[in-house]
């Protein structure tokens, strides 16, 4: 409603329909979230002092400095750097890395397959996993093996990454020699990373899953199966899990987010030249430029993918536009 | 007054069941562990013996025994645990009591004035929501420099909202309910209406969110100090430990696992508990 009447459009009557005035209600608000990201991040970096200071020689003069400060067009006001830099994003500029001496976006860009790569291999592990999980734990609660998954799933969401990955490279490559510690040299390298990292987003399918499946237990539909004499896997299989998916797919939106922020740590222990092996090289160098660019690139993300997934869920279920819009 | 209560009174088991007995015990175990640190350690964490250094478990030097070994400058593992637990639970205790009172106060506020106060809150809620708060945490601590007090900081500052957004919710809730209408109409202020009516009769609801967020919490403090960016060595965490311990994998694998084993066991316990306290407050589960 209120970005519709902040677009100049007329105000719709409340009974009518109200989809277009939600959905550019919420990309507005996806809007002014990603604007407060990237503000945070460029006064973030301009408190730290003197980004020239890190860049020039320890034995530079003081004209050498001020030579440099000036090439580099940190001497304007803030409020043109800033404008510049904002302008700079909507052409995919993010800016130069000073430490690397590349564009930021050309180092981003190397990066970005390895992450992707790693984001689809731990997702097929989630979904792999959480998935039938899930499912067996809604169609045999209260039965001891659903209880034992139960302690797994809350085991996979309590396992620091770090340390699950730490555990199996101990395991599977030292010991056993069977994969490789880290890098990436073919396909295998991709292994221990996507479990270590899908691990995580495991429990949350699994949990999801079971609630979904829960509630369509309920249904009519699962009784007259039953009345009918259909086994219960069959029930399931053809007709409940198409129902139960609606909730599953909206999570799988938020859940890349996730994991993209999750690759961090997951890259840094397996060496995986990916994104966020590249944003813990950037801290290190105090490449804030670069930083900026990686944290803004998943934050956008990671909004984008918020959009869609209320997109997503409120055109399957139009409640949600309801409570949105109250 | 503080007898009469919004709901129905349902009956409820007190007792706690097996499964979370023993998660329990360990958080109650680790909490004193943390607090009696100097008492309970066998060595000082941050005495170095280089003639010592990367020893087994059961390794004795000097007449003292490394129980679960020493690491790379020959510092005791068992010893550097017991201080990192004081690392863990303080930082995770500080930033939800922080992030928890600051979320819950202007989620009861937007709730209560409604209006623009509300539009805003509760926008900026769901902006800082929309980011991830490791990649937010990260990029504040990376500028800001890391330590004790900015890694609290940069957890309240990213997870405040989750608060928020209960105490919003849930005043919401209540704030019509009869007996909060009729203090209203007794003449009773913003502040006691808030502080003695609404607060308490919301305050079960907040209390499972703080305990999911203190697991969250002392993870993310782990993987801030396992990047560099946490609390700055020679200061034990656990986090900072399993760094180390990710260089040594194929020589000394002890420590990397204990702390690991020691992050994992509260975390685990914390969920489990949170679960639990959840059920208890709702047991239709949400």
């Known amino acids: 409603m209120q970005a519709g009447r902040i677009l100049g459009l007329p105000p719709k009557p409340e009974t009518e329909f109200p989809v277009p005035a939600f959905f550019l209600k919420r990309i507005f608000q996806a809007f002014i979230a990603i604007l407060g990201v990237v503000t945070l991040i460029f006064f973030l970096q301009r408190m730290t002092g003197d980004p020239v200071l890190l860049l020039v020689p320890q034995?530079?003069?003081?004209?050498?400095?001020?030579?440099?400060?000036?090439?580099?067009?940190?001497?304007?006001?803030?409020?043109?750097?800033?404008?510049?830099?904002?302008?700079?994003?909507?052409?995919?500029?993010?800016?130069?890395?000073?430490?690397q001496n590349e564009p930021v976006w050309t180092l981003i860009a190397s990066r970005l397959p390895y992450t992707l790569m790693l984001?689809?291999?731990?997702?097929?592990?989630?979904?792999?996993?959480?998935?039938?999980?899930?499912?067996?734990?809604?169609?045999?609660?209260?039965?001891?093996?659903?209880?034992?998954?139960?302690?797994?799933?809350?085991?996979?969401?309590?396992m620091p990454?770090?340390?699950?990955?730490?555990?199996?490279?101990?395991?599977?490559?030292?010991?056993?020699?069977?994969?490789?510690?880290?890098?990436?040299?073919?396909?295998?390298?991709?292994?221990?990373?996507?479990?270590?990292?899908?691990?995580?987003?495991?429990?949350?399918?699994?949990?999801?899953?079971?609630?979904?499946?829960?509630?369509?237990?309920?249904?009519?539909?699962?009784?007259?199966?039953?009345?009918?004499?259909?086994?219960?896997?069959?029930?399931?299989?053809?007709?409940?899990?198409?129902?139960?998916?609606?909730?599953?797919?909206t999570v799988a939106a938020l859940e890349i987010a996730n994991l993209l922020a999750g690759a961090v740590i997951v890259e840094t222990v397996f060496a995986w030249p990916g994104l966020g092996q590249l944003t813990v090289q950037a801290i290190s160098a105090r490449d804030f430029m670069l930083v900026q660019g990686v944290v803004l690139l998943g934050a956008t993300t990671a909004i984008v993918l918020n959009l869609i997934a209320d997109i997503l869920y409120s055109l399957i279920d139009p409640r949600i536009r309801m409570e949105g819009s109250a | 007054m503080a007898a009469t209560t919004a709901t129905t009174p349902r009956p409820t088991k007190r007792s706690i069941p097996w499964t979370v007995l023993p998660f329990a015990a360990i958080l109650v175990a680790l909490l004193l562990i943390a607090i009696l640190a100097p008492l309970v350690a066998p060595m000082d964490p941050n005495t170095q013996n280089l003639l010592a250094r990367l020893k087994a478990p059961g390794f004795q030097a000097r007449g003292m025994t490394y129980f679960l070994g020493s690491d790379e400058l020959g510092r005791d593992v068992l010893s550097r645990l017991i201080y990192g637990a004081r690392v863990s639970l303080l930082v995770a205790f500080a930033s939800v009591t922080l992030s928890g009172i600051f979320g819950t106060v202007v989620g009861m506020i937007a709730a209560f004035y409604r209006g623009w106060t509300e539009t805003l809150i509760m926008r900026l809620v769901d902006i800082v929501l929309s980011v991830p708060a490791i990649l937010l945490a990260i990029i504040t601590v990376a500028v800001l420099g890391p330590s004790f007090a900015n890694v609290v900081i940069v957890l309240s500052m990213t997870r405040w909202p989750r608060y928020a957004r209960v105490a919003y919710g849930q005043t919401l809730s209540v704030a019509n309910m009869p007996y909060v209408r009729l203090s209203?109409?007794?003449?009773?202020?913003?502040?006691?209406?808030?502080?003695?009516?609404?607060?308490?009769?919301i305050a079960g609801a907040l209390i499972v969110v703080a305990t999911l967020e203190f697991g969250l919490m002392v993870l993310f403090e782990a993987g801030l100090s396992f990047l560099g960016l946490g609390v700055q060595p020679p200061t034990a965490s656990w986090g900072a430990m399993l760094a180390t311990g990710r260089n040594y994998v194929a020589t000394a694998w002890w420590i990397a696992t204990f702390p690991g084993l020691a992050l994992f066991l509260l975390v685990l316990s914390i969920n489990l508990i949170g679960d639990h306290i959840r059920d208890r407050l709702d047991p239709r589960g949400r």
């Open chain 1, 119 to 158: 984001a689809g291999g731990a997702l097929t592990v989630a979904f792999g996993l959480g998935i039938p999980l899930g499912v067996t734990m809604a169609v045999r609660r209260g039965r001891a093996e659903a209880k034992a998954m139960m302690g797994l799933v809350l085991a996979g969401q309590s």
């Open chain 2, 184 to 201: 209203r109409f007794m003449g009773a202020g913003w502040l006691r209406l808030l502080s003695r009516h609404i607060l308490p009769n």
């Open chain 1, 59 to 99: 034995n530079a003069t003081r004209e050498d400095i001020e030579a440099m400060r000036s090439a580099l067009g940190f001497d304007r006001p803030l409020i043109t750097q800033y404008w510049d830099y904002l302008s700079g994003i909507l052409l995919l500029d993010f800016g130069r890395s000073y430490v």
């Open chain 1, 161 to 249: 990454t770090f340390w699950s990955a730490i555990l199996m490279i101990m395991v599977f490559a030292v010991w056993l020699g069977w994969l490789p510690p880290s890098g990436a040299r073919d396909w295998q390298s991709l292994i221990m990373p996507s479990i270590v990292l899908g691990l995580l987003s495991m429990a949350t399918f699994a949990r999801v899953s079971r609630t979904a499946v829960l509630d369509e237990l309920e249904k009519d539909y699962v009784r007259t199966g039953r009345a009918k004499g259909l086994p219960m896997l069959r029930i399931v299989m053809r007709h409940l899990l198409r129902n139960a998916a609606i909730p599953v797919v």
